[in-house]
Structure formats: structure tokens, C-alpha cells
């Protein structure tokens, strides 16, 4: 009775076999677990601004799960030209890039941010590295408010700059990012409205939030991030 016993684990054995996990099938659970790894997000503060601004976006793409080391909200000195942000941006793009091991980041931008960062997507070869880009509040066709402070940066967010002509010029758009622009009708600093929308992007406008609102609103963050996906 015992021989048969075991004889029936054995061959019992045998049927469940088929059904067990093997190194392969566990090594490609493994790697479709790394390749839905979201890409890193680098947050690019507006004029008169820091990288502390993002702490509230920030913290709800780590509770839905974006690793700590992969949410990098930048600092940069807002008084220079945004030729120049960008190009340091384009230092710190591939400086993530380079300690996260991605292949490319998603770009979440505010106010002034919008400008330096496609200056690097549309001039600096940026748009090789970048996945998605957000605009909140970005003057990206220039703001009357930008002539009541001074500066280069200032003088570039007026309409009708030569900053703003050279950026918009030919393709509003350019490359492979996935574009997208949210704007409110009650943003008392971006003058006119309008000037938010890009050509080829997915524009939205938001309910009535003030300037720094876009940065906090729940709505708009699951918006964003369900764009970044």
C-alpha cells in the first residue's frame, strides 16, 4: 500500500508540473515589471520660483507609486536667459538619465519653466530624451505681465520677443514627445489666456485656478499623470 502511495504523489507530481513556475517564465514576469517602470520626471519651477514648488505633485506621483529616485525637482537660477536654463537643463536631463539608467524622462514644467525646456526639446536635441512634456501655465506665446519686471528672462516672456518668435517658429511641437498644455481661464498672470495652447499639443483648460493653482489642483495632477503613462 505504501509503494502505491507513492507511486500516486509521484505521478501526481508529474501532472502539477507543467503548471509551476520556471526560471524563464519568473525572468519574464521580471522584466515586464521593469519595462511598466515609469521614467523619471524632471519638474522645471517658473520665474521667481524653486524646486521646492513641486512638493505637493511630487509627493502624490510617490504615493502612486513613482520611486523617490525617480521624481527630481530641478533648481535653477530664474533671473538668466532661458537659453541658458536650457542648456543646463540639458545637463541635468542627462545627469538623471545617467544615475536612474532610463532611456528617456518625462518633463513637467510651470509658468516660465514651459520656455527653457522647449528651447532644449527644439534646439539642444532634447526631444531624443524626452518621452512626455507638460506645460502648466506656461507663456508660451508671451504674457503682458512679463512687462512689469525686468531681466532677460522677463524681456523673453513678452509677446512678440525675438525668444518667443525663434521659439515658435516652423513646428510648435517638434520630435517624438508626446506634448500637452493645461491653462485656466482665471490665471491672472498669463495674459492673454490663449497663449498657453501649443500647435500639436493636447491643450486643456482647467477649471477657474489661479497661476499656482495648476500645480496643486487634484484634477489637473491625475490629468498629467495619466498623460505621462
Known amino acids: 500500500m505504501t509503494r502505491n502511495l507513492s507511486r500516486s504523489v509521484f505521478t501526481l507530481l508529474l501532472a502539477l508540473m507543467p503548471l509551476l513556475p520556471t526560471p524563464a517564465s519568473a525572468s519574464a514576469v521580471g522584466g515586464r515589471q521593469q519595462a511598466a517602470r515609469p521614467h523619471p520626471i524632471v519638474f522645471v519651477h517658473g520665474w521667481n520660483s524653486d524646486g521646492s514648488t513641486w512638493r ?87 504674457t503682458e505681465t512679463a512687462r512689469w519686471c525686468g531681466g532677460a528672462p522677463c524681456v523673453e516672456m513678452r509677446p512678440g520677443s525675438a525668444f518667443l518668435d525663434s521659439l515658435n517658429s516652423g513646428d510648435e511641437t517638434p520630435g517624438s514627445p508626446r506634448y500637452a498644455t ?48
Request: net charge neutral.
Open 56 to 142: 505637493t505633485m511630487a509627493d502624490r506621483f510617490r504615493a502612486d507609486g513613482w520611486p523617490a529616485g525617480h521624481l527630481h525637482p530641478w533648481t535653477y537660477d530664474a533671473t538668466q536667459s532661458n537659453a541658458t536654463t536650457a542648456e543646463q537643463l540639458a545637463y541635468e536631463i542627462a545627469r538623471v538619465l545617467r544615475t536612474t539608467g532610463a532611456t528617456k524622462v518625462d518633463v513637467v514644467t510651470h509658468s516660465m519653466g514651459a520656455l527653457s525646456s522647449r528651447y532644449y526639446l527644439k534646439n539642444l536635441g532634447g526631444a531624443s530624451e524626452v518621452d512626455a512634456w507638460v506645460s502648466l501655465a506656461g507663456p508660451n506665446h508671451g
Open 182 to 229: 493645461w491653462g485656466s481661464p482665471c490665471d491672472s498672470v498669463i495674459n492673454p489666456a490663449g497663449s498657453v495652447a501649443l500647435n500639436g499639443a493636447v491643450n486643456t483648460t482647467t477649471a477657474c485656478l489661479d497661476h499656482s493653482g495648476l500645480r496643486t489642483d487634484r484634477t489637473v495632477y491625475d490629468q498629467v499623470k495619466a498623460h505621462i503613462r
